[in-house]
T-cell receptor
Framework: DGGITQSPKYLFRKEGQNVTLSCEQN?????MYWYRQDPGQGLRLIYY???????QKGDIAEGYSVSREKKESFPLTVTSAQKNPTAFYLC???????????FGQGTRLTVV | KNEVEQSPQNLTAQEGEFITINCSYS?????LHWLQQHPGGGIVSLFM???GKKKHGRLIATINIQEKHSSLHITASHPRDSAVYIC???????????FGSGTQLTVLP
């Protein structure tokens, strides 16, 4: 079945450690996105990629990094520079930016 | 000011009631998205519409481009409809989605 897979579903890390969240899609979509969701708030864009080997900062990119070496993969690294990393992270993809988006099931990251 | 505003923030209904969730946006858009987020966190795309009305089962979405307003209706609501409903509109130079803060719907049996 086509879709987006995020792993793991739950992730715990110690403060000061970098952590990488996985996002894979087999929909052959060019565009991929990472969003952060905090309780009571809307999704906020961290990074997006319109095409392989290209990515752009979103509204809250500080403390995060991404890569897009393959069309189907868009991993997100939460670095130790991110001041408040505990949140729910969602990955999405679409044929092109602005078209219908498909979402993964999310990764809940807790930093202790 | 958030470019996409939703109302109400929370909505509780009895099973069978007709439900309306509203979304207003301040940016010029080509299409508006309605999404559903279940308690586990996963998000499902319900509709993407650029004009008029779309219907899928008991869900109906309408949009008025001139008034920059969209509504999501649920007919004959059921407890399994309980979820967060989110509207989103493309904005910015790259047309990435801007999201409303969501409407928490609870349908009681």
């Amino acid at each position: 079945d086509g879709g987006i897979t995020q792993s793991p579903k739950y992730l715990f890390r110690k403060e000061g450690q970098n952590v990488t969240l996985s996002c894979e899609q087999n929909l052959n979509h060019d565009a991929m996105y990472w969003y952060r969701q905090d309780p009571g708030q809307g999704l906020r864009l961290i990074y997006y990629s319109q095409i392989v080997n290209d990515f752009q900062k979103g509204d809250i990119a500080e403390g995060y990094s991404v890569s897009r070496e393959k069309k189907e993969s868009f991993p997100l690294t939460v670095t130790s520079a991110q001041k408040n990393p505990t949140a729910f992270y969602l990955c999405a993809s679409s044929e092109q930016v602005g078209t219908e988006a498909f979402f993964g099931q999310g990764t809940r990251l807790t930093v202790v | 000011k958030n470019e996409v505003e939703q109302s109400p923030q929370n909505l509780t209904a009895q099973e069978g009631e007709f439900i309306t969730i509203n979304c207003s946006y301040s940016v010029g858009i080509s299409a508006l998205h309605w999404l559903q987020q279940h308690p586990g966190g996963g998000i499902v795309s319900l509709f993407m519409l650029s004009s008029g009305k779309k219907k899928h089962g008991r869900l109906i979405a309408t949009i008025n481009i001139q008034e920059k307003h969209s509504s999501l209706h649920i007919t004959a609501s059921h407890p399994r409809d309980s979820a967060v409903y989110i509207c989103a509109a493309p904005s910015g130079s790259a047309r990435q989605l801007t999201f409303g803060s969501g409407t928490q719907l609870t349908v009681l049996p």
